[in-house]
C-alpha cells in the first residue's frame, strides 16, 4: 500500500453529544471513530457486523485522542479514517475529525484492536480480513 | 394544514447505541426524536441552532414511546417526524422510526417541548416559528 | 400490598450527562429510571443480570417522562422506584427523580416491560419473581 | 508530594453502558474517568462546578485508555484518580478502574487537560487549585 485509503464520513452534532460547556463532550469523539470505522470495513466491502456474525470481534484495546478544536451543536464534521497498522492478531486505525466546510482539525487519534475468536480468544485475523486491508 | 408535513431522516445504528441484549438501547430513541426533530426545523429554513442564538429554547417537557421491534448495530433507519400540535406556549412533535429497507416500525413516540425566553421563563413560540409552522 | 414499596438510589450528576443548555440532556433520565429498576430488584434479593442468566430478560414496552424542572452538574439526586402493576406477562414501574437535598421533584415517569424468555418471545414473569414482588 | 494521593470511586455497570458485545462499551471508561476526576476534585475541597462558577474550566486536551479485561453489567468497580503532573497551565490525571471486589485491573488511563478562562483563553490554573494539588 503506497498510498493510504482515506474514508470519510459526515455527520451532524447532535444535542445530545453536547455538555453544559457548549461543546461537543470529548467522549462523544470515540463514538464517531467507531462510526468512521464501520464506514471504513463497509467501503472495503467488509462488513463488521457480518464479521461479528461469523464469531470475530475487533474489541478496542487502545484508544487515544487529542482535542484541537471544539465542535457545537448542528455542526457538520467528517470522520476521516484509516488503517495506520496491521499485524497478525491486531489492526490499528487512525482518525482525523475536522469541520465539513472549513476543514479544520477538531480531534485527532487511533484506536488498537485486537482479534478475538467466538470462544472469546486472541486470534489472527481471518485472511479475508487481511486481503482487504491490503496486506496478504 | 390540511396535511401533515412529515420530514424523514435516515441514520445507522452505532455500536455505542446497542447493549448487552444486542439491540439498541431504549434510550436512545429520544435520542434520534432529537435528530429528527432538528431535521425538521432545518426543513423549514428555521435552524434550532439559530433560534437558541436568539434566546429562545425548546426543552422537552413531556416524552413518551413505544417499542415495537428491536434494531441492531448496523441497521439504517429513518425516522419520521412531524407536527402534532402546537399551542401558543407548546409545541408537540411526533415521530416513528422505521427501518430503512422494510419500513418495518420500530418506535412511535411524541415529545412536547415549552418555549423558553433567555431568562428561563415560559414564554408564547416567536411569530416566525409559528409562521414556518403554517400556524398563523 | 397496601401499602407500596419504594426504593431509593442516589446518584450524582455527570458532566456526560448534560447537554449545552447547562442542564442534564432528558433522555438520561430513562437510564436513570434503569439505575432505579436495576436497584429495586436488587432490593427484593432480585438481581436482574441473574435473570438473564436464566434466560429471562424484561424489554422496555413502553416509557414515558414529564420533566419538571432541571438537574446541573454535580447535583446529588435521588431516584424512587415502585411498582406500578404487575400482569402475568408484563411489569410497570413507577419513577420520580427528585434532589437529594431539598426534595424538589425534577421528573417523574414510567416504564412498561414484557417478559420474554431465551428465544425471545413474550412469557409470563417468572414464579419467583412474581412471588417476590408480592404478587403471588 | 512524596506519596500520590488516589481517591477513589465505586460504581455500578448500568445496562446502558453495556454494548451488543455484553460488556461496558469503550468510551464509557472516559465518562468513569471523568466521574473519578470530579470525586478527586471533590476530596480536595476544590468542586470542579464552584470553579466553573468563577469562569475557569479544564476541557480535556487529550484522554488515553488502555483496555486490560472487560465488565459486565451489574458488576462494581472501583475507579483510582491520582494527579500525574501540574504545569503552570496544564494538568494531567491518572486513572486505574479495577473490579470492586477482586481488584483485577480492566482499564488504566490519563487525560491532560488545560485550564481555560472566561474569555475561552489558555490560562494558568488558578493559585488555589495549584495549592490543593499540592504545588505551590
Not at 503506497?2 to 460547556?21: F, G, H, P, S
Not at 461469523?54 to 451543536?73: I, K, Q, S, T
Amino acid at each position: 500500500m503506497n498510498q493510504k485509503r482515506i474514508v470519510e464520513t459526515t455527520l451532524r452534532v447532535r444535542y445530545a453529544e453536547t455538555d453544559a460547556m457548549g461543546v461537543v463532550y470529548h467522549s462523544n469523539y470515540l463514538v464517531w471513530f467507531e462510526v468512521g470505522r464501520g464506514d471504513y470495513f463497509r467501503a472495503l466491502g467488509q462488513d463488521y457486523g457480518h464479521w461479528e456474525q461469523r464469531g470475530y470481534a475487533l474489541p478496542v484495546a487502545e484508544a487515544h485522542a487529542r482535542y484541537h478544536a471544539p465542535a457545537r451543536y448542528g455542526d457538520e464534521v467528517a470522520v476521516r479514517t484509516w488503517v495506520e497498522q496491521v499485524r497478525s492478531r491486531s489492526l490499528t486505525l487512525g482518525y482525523e475529525v475536522v469541520r465539513a466546510d472549513t476543514r479544520l482539525r477538531l480531534v485527532s487519534g487511533w484506536t488498537r484492536h485486537i482479534c478475538m475468536d467466538s470462544q472469546g480468544q486472541a486470534c489472527r485475523l481471518p485472511l479475508q480480513m487481511l486481503e482487504s486491508l491490503g496486506q496478504s
